[in-house]
Antibody, heavy 117, light 110 residues
Framework: EVQLVESGGGLVQPGGSLRLSCAAS????????MTWVRQAPGKGLEWVAH????????YYVESVKGRFTISRDNAKNSLYLQMNSLRAEDTAVYYC??????????WGLGTLVTVSS | QSALTQPASVSGSPGQSITISCTGT?????????VSWYQQHPGKAPKLMIY???NRPSGVSNRFSGSKSGNTASLTISGLQAEDEADYYC??????????FGGGTKLTVL
């Protein structure tokens, strides 16, 4: 059974940093693209970033470019999202998702990030 | 990258069929057949219902079907059931190697 478990969320002040983690199990992590998707309170889904199997390709939504960095450690079956220079509008539940060709087929339960002073 | 366009809400009675539209551009939805649909119940994670326009993952009811014409994709739910009441999101790959979602549609089963 595929399991994706996010962690690392919490309350952070504007301008601060957080590192999210996603622990994967139940599948061969190193063979899948992986993705971060977020959802602000009461709002819709927003794709944030995705990363190729070997980490050589990374893509971001325009609003987080230069502030967020997606990475992975295939030896640890883990996906990460380093978030710097956080803003109030980054407040959201952050989901990691497995990303086979053309879709997102399994999702974690999410971790809440709140940016507030 | 602008979000795909979905109706904010749709409704239907049990047993009826409803269709949710999702409109994009020639740079995203119209460019590829990488269109997916996700169901999200309140407080839960999204669940994949349709991928690559019209394919159903294992375990998803055949009451759910998808299609696409040009820059518009559609999700049809037939034989509406109370448990179908949820938010539905479309998503598409884009020419920029990114992804974009629709704004979401709230389905109410009357």
């Amino acid at each position: 059974e595929v399991q994706l478990v996010e962690s690392g969320g919490g309350l952070v002040q504007p301008g601060g940093s957080l590192r999210l983690s996603c622990a994967a199990s139940g599948f061969t992590f190193s063979t899948y693209w992986m993705t971060w998707v977020r959802q602000a309170p009461g709002k819709g889904l927003e794709w944030v970033a995705h990363i190729k199997q070997d980490g050589t390709e990374k893509y971001y939504v325009e609003s987080v470019k230069g502030r967020f960095t997606i990475s992975r450690d295939n030896a640890k079956n883990s996906l990460y999202l380093q978030m710097n220079s956080l803003r109030a509008e980054d407040t959201a539940v952050y989901y990691c998702a497995r990303h086979p060709h053309g879709t997102f087929d399994d999702w974690g339960l999410g971790t809440l990030v709140t940016v507030s002073s | 990258q602008s979000a795909l366009t979905q109706p904010a809400s749709v409704s239907g009675s049990p047993g009826q069929s409803i269709t949710i539209s999702c409109t994009g551009t020639s740079s995203d939805l119209g460019a590829y057949n990488y269109v997916s649909w996700y169901q999200q119940h309140p407080g839960k994670a999204p669940k994949l219902m349709i991928y690559e326009v019209s394919n159903r993952p294992s375990g998803v009811s055949n009451r759910f079907s998808g299609s696409k014409s040009g820059n518009t994709a559609s999700l049809t739910i037939s034989g509406l059931q109370a448990e179908d009441e949820a938010d539905y999101y479309c998503g598409s790959y884009t020419r920029s190697n990114t992804w974009v979602f629709g704004g979401g549609t709230k389905l109410t089963v009357l």
